[in-house]
């Protein structure tokens, strides 16, 4: 089937006159009959136009008549990758997406306005905290100003200021995300992708493991603090997530009184249903007296277990409670008599692997 050509010119809008008699330079897309006219940020005279179109145009009016050639050529490959042709798309792609992509922080606000769409609002969080930093040490940063060396220097800079390596390898990746998808749009090319072999190389953090033994979480869960208080809580919830399996705090404030029974709670895991959602996983975890002492003590009649949820699903407030409560979580593990450097997952799985039968049965057990 023969497709409809789509006729693409830069002509002066005669339609409106500026000062000094000027008009503006206009990106005229046909279509089928109709028309649209997008501005280019360009203006000229009758005489000036006659210059421009001919092989006399200097200094100012050449440096136009490039610009609008230049317009002309990615319109028409635009048009040209648009099948079927419209108009709402050309729109998109040709102008909405390089504002999108007209500097390094809009991209990051598209990405994490997507993010925030989807709910992911941990994402969009670690997404703005690269994003400010990088912009701290470059204000108004352009993919143009991304190389290997700016990055080493960035690099540098953020160790110069304290920073360990490994917290500037994970910025630098949700840059490179960032400029994987200004790659894929067309907007950086090839050549200039500043990561890989021979160009600059993310550092990898050192991720060390540290299991605790079965006596130092004896001393977690013994520990005496004052009654209702948040370190009180902050215990409960350790306890809690470790004994289900190590679920992250986010999964664990979404419980909801359906996903219990009176001898298990079934939960799938937030930071991967989207990965996995095709074949999601689903946790179960058999309820023991000190889940039921805990779910007792800090239940709540309503939606979801915990006062934490009391928003439906309001991921936000969700996360920033969680991050709240981490935080009460660190405060309560420096103020117990035990060392610890991870949280529940780690020490979970660190455990499990050390005690097969489970800690769960352990302290039951031996306690």
């Not at 940020?41 to 210059?51: K, N, P, Q, R, V």
């Not at 490179?176 to 993310?202: C, L, M, S, T, W």
């Amino acid at each position: 089937m023969k497709r409809d050509k789509v006729n693409v010119k830069i002509v002066p809008d005669v339609r409106r006159s500026k000062n000094n008699e000027r008009f503006p330079l206009k990106l005229r897309i046909t279509y089928k009959g109709d028309r649209r006219y997008y501005a280019t940020g360009h203006d000229a005279s009758d005489e000036e136009w006659m210059i421009i179109n001919s092989a006399d145009s200097k200094d100012k009016l050449r440096k136009i008549r490039s610009a609008i050639v230049e317009i002309e050529d990615d319109a028409e490959k635009c048009c040209t990758a648009i099948v079927p042709f419209s108009f709402k798309q050309f729109k998109y792609d040709f102008f909405d997406q390089k504002i999108q992509f007209e500097t390094v922080e809009s991209a990051f606000m598209t990405y994490i306005n997507q993010l925030r769409n989807n709910n992911q609002v941990g994402s969009a969080d670690a997404y703005r905290t690269a994003m400010n930093a990088l912009i701290k040490y470059k204000a108004n940063l352009k993919f143009s100003d991304i190389t290997p060396d700016f990055l080493q220097d960035f690099e540098n800079w953020m160790v110069h200021r304290g920073k360990s390596i490994t917290t500037v390898g994970i910025y630098l990746r949700q840059l490179r995300a960032i400029i994987n998808i200004a790659k894929e749009k067309g907007i950086i090319r090839p050549q200039d992708y500043p990561f890989g072999r021979r160009k600059y190389i993310i550092p990898g953090g050192n991720n060390l493991k540290k299991a605790l033994n079965i006596s130092q979480i004896k001393q977690i869960f013994e520990y005496q603090a004052s009654p209702e208080t948040g370190m009180d809580k902050a215990r409960d919830f350790w306890i809690l997530s470790y004994l289900c399996n190590g679920i992250n705090m986010m999964d664990l404030v979404q419980l909801q009184w359906r996903d219990l029974t009176t001898t298990a709670i079934t939960f799938g895991c937030e930071k991967t249903k989207r990965t996995n959602k095709a074949n999601p996983v689903t946790i179960i975890v058999p309820r023991n007296e000190y889940i039921n002492r805990i779910i007792s003590k800090w239940g709540v009649k309503s939606f979801y277990l915990h006062r934490f949820a009391n928003f439906h699903n309001y991921q936000e407030v969700l996360f920033a409670r969680t991050t709240i409560g981490g935080s009460k979580h660190s405060r309560f593990i420096k103020a117990a008599p035990v060392l610890v450097d991870h949280l529940q997952a780690e020490y979970y799985l660190l455990v499990a692997y050390n005690q097969p039968c489970g800690f769960a049965y352990e302290y039951h057990h031996q306690y």
